[in-house]
């Protein structure tokens, strides 16, 4: 990938310079993780951001992201390249809505993916990653009513995996749900030798649980996957094709990791226009001139960071 170096190398020093680290989402635009020092999925980048010994974070990624990393770091500043980087997903919550769930379930428990803002963070009992999502809500007391925001179809996932009925939120990301039944079928037909990874929010991952189980999907070659388990079974896996169901950015990266494996996007269109709001001129922008900034107010934070570190226990 061709880069305007003048750039490239402005933006390596100003990191030397402040001291700075820059995080990049799988999703970013390959520019953008062609300069990062850490490319993941948000909960890795934010252990990496913990772990960081940096004063500065440029957070590369959708605007919760960059809340997550200042509730994990409050003593490090985090700058996001454009505040307008939010998530059609998280979009489908405010606090006010999961305190108005409590008052009427007062024993119930609220389970919230990482995909929310901060303050909805703090009102919820757990956070949960797509990757540990189905332990959370497995570790819980069968007695107590559960609420799962924001995604309903991750929802569902985890209600058929754990066999306990569920509240579910009716949130979803425009660029999961978009994937449908039928581009995993024309997919799976034209290439019939590759292994098949899906994201648990796709629109389609509860059709795809039940051909899964009527055998209609092979389960030898079909994962259902977080963004980082789609990285670890490509690198890991012997097979040579893979067709991708998720945000097609994570493609570069698989590409970068394994020259020579072939990848397929489920739908070549699903692409997150949020995601792609970072460039590197707006990189180059945050370093020079220390925007845009994210803090979570303390006491936000505080009730927040109780929720994650639960998540973090359960494992």
């Known amino acids: 990938m061709a880069l305007s170096l003048s750039i490239q190398q402005r933006i390596e020093e100003l990191k030397r310079e402040k001291h700075a680290v820059l995080l990049a989402h799988n999703y970013q635009i390959p520019e953008v993780q062609d300069v990062a020092d850490f490319i993941g999925d948000s ?15 440029v957070f590369c990624g959708v605007h919760f992201m960059a809340e997550t990393a200042s509730i994990l770091c409050p003593d ?24 108005a769930w ?11 993916y990482v995909n929310t803002a901060a303050d909805v963070k703090a009102e919820s009992d757990y956070c949960c990653t797509s990757t540990n999502a189905v332990k959370i809500v497995a570790s819980l007391p069968r007695d107590r009513e559960v609420l799962f925001v ?15 009925k569920l509240h579910l939120w009716q ?3 425009h660029v999961h749900a978009g994937i449908r039944p039928e581009d995993i079928r024309a997919k799976m037909a034209e290439h019939s030798d ?23 999907l092979d389960a030898k070659r079909t994962h259902i996957v977080s963004t980082e388990g789609m990285v670890k079974r490509v690198r890991e896996s012997s097979s040579q094709k893979f067709i991708i169901a998720t945000e ?22 699903a692409v997150c226009r949020y995601m792609k709001m ?26 927040a960071r109780l929720a994650i570190d639960r998540m973090v226990a359960v494992g």
Request: proline share 5%; aromatic share 6%.
């Open 278 to 303: 970072i460039t590197l001129d707006k990189v180059l922008r945050s370093l020079e001139k220390g925007v845009f900034e994210v803090k979570v107010p303390a006491d936000i934070a505080a009730r």
């Open 150 to 164: 924001p995604d309903m179809f991750l929802g569902a996932y985890v209600q058929k995996m754990t066999g306990r």
């Open 43 to 57: 909960l890795a980048l934010s252990r990496k951001a913990a772990a960081t010994d940096a004063e500065v974070i």
């Open 194 to 216: 590759a292994e098949f990874l899906i994201h648990p929010e796709c629109g389609c991952v509860s059709n795809c649980m039940y051909l899964l189980s009527d055998g209609e």
């Open 102 to 112: 409590k008052e009427d379930h007062p024993t119930g428990l609220v389970v919230a």
């Open 171 to 173: 949130g979803e990301c």
């Open 76 to 99: 490090k500043k985090i700058l996001i390249p454009d505040l307008g980087a939010g998530c059609s997903l998280a979009s489908t919550i405010v606090a006010e809505d999961v305190r």
């Open 248 to 269: 097609t950015g994570i493609l570069y990266r698989m590409e970068q990791e394994n020259p020579t494996k072939r990848f397929i996007p489920a739908n070549a269109e």
